[in-house]
Each structure stands twice: as C-alpha cells, then as structure tokens.
C-alpha cells in the first residue's frame, strides 16, 4: 500500500464550487505539505503543517484553505473554485525539517 | 533570492546515449539538495539527497554529484525507460523546510 495517499485522483468541477482534497499518510511523519504544478512553473508550495496544531501559508496560499485533522491527515480546500486552479495538486511528507518530502499521487484538479 | 535553475530544459537521448542534466542553485546555507524523478500525471519519486560539496550517489544508471553551487545527474547507458522528467529542489532559507523546486528537465531515451 501507498505510504501518501490522495483523494479523489480527478476531479472536475464548476465555478464557484466548494472542493476538498484530502491526503492520508502512514508514514508517521509530522511534517505535511500542499503544492500545486503548472506547466512550466513547477512545484509551488500551498500550505504546510508541522504538526495538528501548526499551520502555515505557502507561496501562494491565496484563494486556498486547510486543515490538520490528525497527524496523518492534511485537507485542501477551494472555497470558490475559479479556472485559474486547474493543475494538479500534490501532497507530501517529512519527518525533520532537512529530510527528503516523500510525495502522494497527486490530484488533477479541472475547474471548468 | 534563493532559486534553483535546471538545464536542459529537455534532453533527447539515444538508448545507450550518456549525458548529464544540470542543477544550479542560489540559497544561503545549503542543507541538502533533493533529486526526483516524475512520470506524467504522477507524484515526484524520491531519488537522491546530496549534502555536502564533493558528495556522489549512484542508483543503477543514476549517479548524482554535488559542487557548492550545482548538481548533476548523470545518466549512463540510459533505457527508454529512464525516461521521465527529473527535478531537483533544496530547502529555502529559515526553519520552515520548503522546498524550492526547478522546473524539471524532460528527458526522452528513444530506442
């Protein structure tokens, strides 16, 4: 079984829809992440949690909510989803704050 | 500004054609630098952790070195399965462990 799980694999969605995306890991590790990727962007850095009660914004957090259900759970949400967030969403994890962030599968998010 | 800069930003190899993709980075206090190997529509997977200048990490065809200001990836004898596009990213500055990715070099290992 994967270690970094992510729900649903796609989805696509309207306008102004309210979108959860939700990540599980069994790695035991304190430290979860949420990016996004566009074509010829990379990887930008969402929103990161240290641990159930450490929550802090990424680079571009704008537009983006989460939430630290237990230490292995970390949801994203779009409040109000709008065209410009289609990408695909990746979820990660890490133990300390030097060690490799192990990714989920990633998401693939359409908002139409 | 830390950055990390990738070249090529695509490679098109002959299987069993050597090269080398390059990394460099700009970040104050280098605390590791991360290889990744990525296949459409997947997750990053985890392939190497340099830290320090002069380090070498090898992984079947793999072999990943590291300089005070860049990282290369050498690819020896590559298969058409080896393509992939691989990144490479390090933790920015302060305590907060973000990582700052490249934008990848694309490779393609034709039969």
């Known amino acids: 079984d994967a270690d970094v799980t992510q729900t649903p694999r796609n989805r696509i969605t309207k306008t102004g829809k309210r979108i959860m995306l939700e990540c599980s890991q069994t790695k035991g590790h304190d430290r979860m992440y949420w990016y996004r990727q566009d074509p010829g962007l990379g990887l930008r850095l969402i929103y990161y949690s240290f641990d159930v009660k450490d929550i802090n914004k990424g680079e571009i957090s704008d537009g983006y909510s989460v939430s630290r259900q237990a230490q292995a759970k970390f949801s994203l949400s779009l409040e109000s989803a709008i065209p410009n967030q289609t990408a695909l969403y990746f979820c990660?994890?890490?133990?300390?704050?030097?060690?490799?962030?192990?990714f989920g599968p990633g998401t693939r998010l359409t908002v139409l | 500004e830390d950055q990390v800069t990738q070249s090529p930003e695509a490679l098109r190899l002959q299987e069993g054609e050597s090269s080398s993709l390059n990394c460099s980075y700009t970040v104050s206090g280098l605390r590791g630098l991360f290889w990744y190997r990525q296949d459409p529509g997947k997750g990053p997977e985890f392939l190497f952790t340099?830290?320090?200048a002069g380090e070498e990490k090898e992984k079947e065809r793999l072999k990943a070195t590291l300089t005070k200001k860049e990282s290369f990836l050498h690819i020896t004898a590559p298969k058409p399965e080896d393509s992939a596009t691989y990144l490479c990213?390090?933790?920015?500055?302060?305590?907060?462990?973000?990582?700052?990715f490249g934008t990848g070099t694309l490779l393609a290992v034709q039969p």
């Open positions: 990213a390090v933790p920015g500055g302060g305590a907060t462990n973000k990582l700052i």
């Open positions: 340099l830290y320090s």
């Open positions: 990660a994890t890490s133990q300390g704050p030097t060690d490799t962030q192990y």
